[in-house]
């Protein structure tokens, strides 16, 4: 947010309000992961989510995955300004091809966050569906996988 500015020699983002939001939508997620660890059912899923665990009937599994998704769309919104700043960036004459290296490391990290959050977005959104709705995306027993 700050070092991507000066590296293109270019004032802002092309977006700074994109990057306002992005922020503003961060930090209540952040808050609601770290309060999903102190409700009256914790997490025993560990890190990955995996479904036999995250099936589970708690709160903090839907409070965790509210939070993911917020996560989730704040990456992606920081990740469409970069890319976006670096392509439309017209100070100095600077072109794509006079970008440092890590420049173009933020831009190919930028562009993988928005093709693989979705995906993973999606498998979360299963994985809440079957916790609050019985849809059988993960249980043997509905012929889930």
Known sequence: NW???LMTSSQDLIYPRLNN???????????MLMMSMFVKNKIFTGWTLYPP???QN???IN????????NGMSSILSS????ISMINMNSNKMFLNNLSLYCWSIMITSMLIIISIPVL???????IMDHNFNSMFFNPMGNGN
């Open 3 to 5: 070092l991507v500015p």
């Open 58 to 60: 708690s709160v903090s």
């Open 21 to 31: 939001l992005s922020m503003w939508i961060l930090f209540p997620s952040l808050m």
């Open 80 to 83: 469409m300004n970069f890319v």
């Open 121 to 127: 977005a999606s498998g979360i959104t299963m994985i």
């Open 53 to 55: 665990l995250s099936i």
């Open 63 to 70: 409070m965790t995955i509210l939070s993911l998704h917020l």
